[in-house]
């Protein structure tokens, strides 16, 4: 199928602001030139936000309280970056979006990134805050009862890896969200990292030069792929989405596979878009759309 002129213009646009090149810097360099970007002048309206420090493991959040009287359920939020890259203030709109859309309270986790905190340090923190959050949801006019996990690309990763922690441990999610999430380490040759190798904003290069931030010792490629855990039974409902002109494509629809073989009520729709366009363009905002019904739903069943 040709591509859109949405897409095309995505494509072009990100070549243009160098981000078909994030791996050809050291991550703190890239880390700076995005802090330089422009505020958006037309952000969403919420209720409140607050910025705090988790103080036992130093994990910042910003929670994203809706207008009105609440309680309200309430959403973890884990922002993408390959692991690598990207904050709270880069995801700053997507959160306030769903705040709105969903009339949940949002909270935009800055897990720990690599190098600096290789793995397992990134997804331990998305776990620690997400049970911190639990405990302290009333603080913020929330139902810790009623909570979901959702993220984009290595925050998909992120969300996931909750999902599969907190169930393990007996607590039950109302539901997970995915965005072309990361599941499976590059070893696995999915055919899509060679079909989308580049061209289409995210390059398998890229993704690889991710991984090996993120993580280097072959003995441990397979407990931290989430596509390869051994069980995904009792998971709370997923909806998985995929960009089709994307490396990633591939291992999150065989993660969408393993949770409805697994009896995890799924649902997973590809778009005909490049890596990174959720919240973005028409097809982007239509995706927001259907993630915050999909929550909307299963937060208040």
């Not at 160098?18 to 050809?24: H, I, T, V």
């Not at 810097?25 to 002048?41: E, G, S, V």
């Amino acid at each position: 199928m040709a591509l859109s002129e949405e897409v095309l213009q995505t494509i072009a646009d990100a070549k243009a602001h160098g981000f078909d090149k994030l791996n050809l810097l050291p991550p703190q360099q890239t880390r700076d030139l995005m802090k330089q970007a422009p505020a958006n002048p037309n952000r969403t309206a919420v209720g409140q936000v607050i910025n705090t420090v988790i103080e036992k493991d130093q994990i910042p959040v910003r929670i994203y309280i809706p207008k009105g009287d609440g309680p309200f359920p309430v959403i973890s939020y884990f922002h993408g970056g390959g692991f690598v890259l990207l904050s709270l203030d880069t995801h700053d709109e997507i959160c306030r979006q769903l705040c709105v859309n969903t009339n949940a309270v949002v909270m935009s986790v800055d897990y720990k990134l690599a190098p600096e905190h290789p793995y397992p340090q990134g997804p331990e923190s998305a776990v620690a805050a997400t049970l911190w959050m639990i405990e302290n949801a009333k603080n913020y006019n929330g139902i810790a009862e009623r909570m979901a996990v959702a993220g984009d690309s290595a925050g998909g990763y992120m969300a996931i890896w909750v999902a599969q922690k907190l169930a393990a441990q007996g607590i039950a999610l109302k539901a997970q969200f995915a965005t072309y999430p990361v599941t499976d380490h590059y070893s696995a040759h999915h055919a899509s990292w060679e079909e989308n190798k580049e061209g289409y904003v995210l390059t398998a290069e890229m993704m690889r030069w991710f991984w090996d931030n993120y993580l280097t010792d072959p003995a441990k490629f397979d407990e931290a792929s989430p596509l390869r855990a051994a069980h995904l039974s009792g998971l709370p409902p997923a909806l998985i989405m995929t960009a089709n002109y994307d490396p990633l494509r591939d291992e999150g629809k065989a993660y969408a596979d393993r949770l409805q073989i697994a009896g995890v009520p799924t649902i997973y729709q590809n778009y005909e878009n490049v890596h990174g366009f959720f919240g973005m363009g028409s097809m982007g905002q239509q995706a927001m759309q259907e993630a915050s019904n999909f929550l909307k739903e299963k937060l208040n069943s």
